[in-house]
């Protein structure tokens, strides 16, 4: 009898800690993720694999359902196009010149009537490709422990929280869908929405998790994209807040898997803690993750659907596709923009090596005000400043630095 009870005991602790030990567990699986062994987990190689065996048995762990075609998995092929202009075409055909991609789908079924869809896309650039930012001759491991081990770390957080958590309401079922193909052209989330695994009408709304490592200490700053595509969203997120510095975003478009579910007229919720200079470089590793943010972030983001949760299903609302209206430009400064900078002008948050902003002395922190004769108050308008300049031209640039307006000369 005292054995039952110590095995007992036992057991409740194991079962506490596995409802609480939320930021230990997310750590261990950004590392997992972001590891060298998974080079760089790109899309249809042997990273991928790895990577999408090591979520589905978190899946399995936490007790969820298996969601794909293939139990835990829905797999989907397409050819590379030479041509990176033309749409890559997806197939559920299997051929000698195709490469198959893997969704890890689970499910926490409630028998609710209406489901939320939890994302995050665990892809990455392998050993650099044309989407890397890195300038070497020497291939390196792109490990993507922001970009984006971040986000699925998140998302198998709030599996175990929406599993194990006793204060949630069962109004809603969770689809925890961990995207493949992102990096080159949202293909995962683009072939789920056109061979949805549930009925796609039954979708409440869909929450989406990339780059979500990086929160600034300084001042915890948190872009929320799609904010518009609810009525609901812009109170809940606001009288749930206590912490961060939102940066709202109304437009249910961008470079995410958020904007295969808004192309299907469902509200959309993006969480991104802005850019920074390892962005699609091999230094975007483990070792600059602010855990204790992803933390914060992750209970936030739980918050947000408990509070959704008591309601009916969700209005779906068109907004501005904010894309269209970019203009086009031949010339960069080579800078990483700060996203999540909501003062006047363009904040540097990364400079690129041998690039016009590196020549001409701009350093990160520096706020971009003008350039020729074009004030630049926000991010569209610097892309207009841009647009007006070709390669080989020179202008005057002011930046501010730290409260002083500095000239500087730049050839394009």
């Avoid at 007992?8 to 079962?15: E, G, P, Q």
């Amino acid at each position: 009898m005292k054995k039952l009870r110590f095995i007992t005991f036992f057991i409740l602790i194991a079962s506490c800690n596995q409802k609480y030990s939320y930021k230990n567990r997310m750590q261990d699986d950004l590392i997992y993720l972001s590891a060298d062994s998974l080079e760089g987990r790109e899309t249809g190689k042997k990273g991928e694999k790895i990577a999408a065996e090591y979520i589905k048995k978190r899946f399995i762990e936490l007790g969820l359902d298996p969601a794909g075609t293939n139990h835990y998995y829905q797999n989907f092929n397409f050819k590379n196009n030479s041509d990176p202009h033309k749409e890559i075409k997806l197939t559920t055909e299997e051929t000698d010149s195709s490469i198959t991609a893997t969704n890890v789908i689970g499910f926490i079924n409630n028998n609710a009537k209406n489901t939320v869809v939890i994302g995050a896309h665990y892809d990455h650039l392998g050993y650099g490709n044309e989407n890397s930012l890195h300038r070497s001759e020497k291939s390196e491991i792109h490990n993507g422990a922001d970009d984006n081990a971040s986000g699925v770390a998140m998302l198998i957080d709030l599996a175990n929280k929406l599993k194990f958590e006793e204060s949630i309401a069962k109004n809603n079922n969770y689809l925890f869908i961990a995207f493949s193909g992102e990096e080159i052209g949202l293909l995962g989330s683009n072939y789920f929405t056109k061979n949805p695994t549930i009925d796609i009408s039954s979708i409440n709304y869909m929450i989406n998790m990339d780059m979500v490592g990086r929160l600034k200490k300084e001042d915890s700053s948190l872009a929320i994209y799609g904010t518009g595509t609810s009525p609901i969203f812009t109170q809940t997120i606001n009288s749930n807040n206590s912490k961060f510095k939102i940066i709202q975003k109304e437009s249910g478009v961008g470079p995410s898997d958020h904007t295969s579910f808004y192309l299907n007229n469902i509200p959309v919720l993006h969480f991104f803690t802005g850019q920074h200079e390892d962005y699609h470089k091999p230094s975007d590793d483990y070792q600059k993750i602010n855990f204790e943010g992803m933390l914060m972030i992750s209970d936030y983001i739980f918050s947000i659907i408990k509070d959704i949760d008591d309601n009916e299903k969700l209005t779906f609302k068109k907004t501005k596709n904010e894309s269209e209206e970019v203009p086009r430009f031949k010339v960069s400064l080579g800078v990483v923009p700060d996203y999540l900078f909501d003062g006047e002008g363009l904040r540097i948050d990364g400079i690129s090596d041998g690039r016009p902003a590196q020549i001409a002395g701009l350093i990160k922190g520096d706020i971009v005000i003008k350039m020729g004769d074009n004030k630049i108050k926000d991010m569209m308008g610097y892309m207009k400043a841009l647009s007006n300049f070709e390669k080989g031209n020179t202008t005057e640039i002011i930046i501010n630095r730290k409260g002083e307006k500095i000239k500087k000369s730049i050839t394009f």
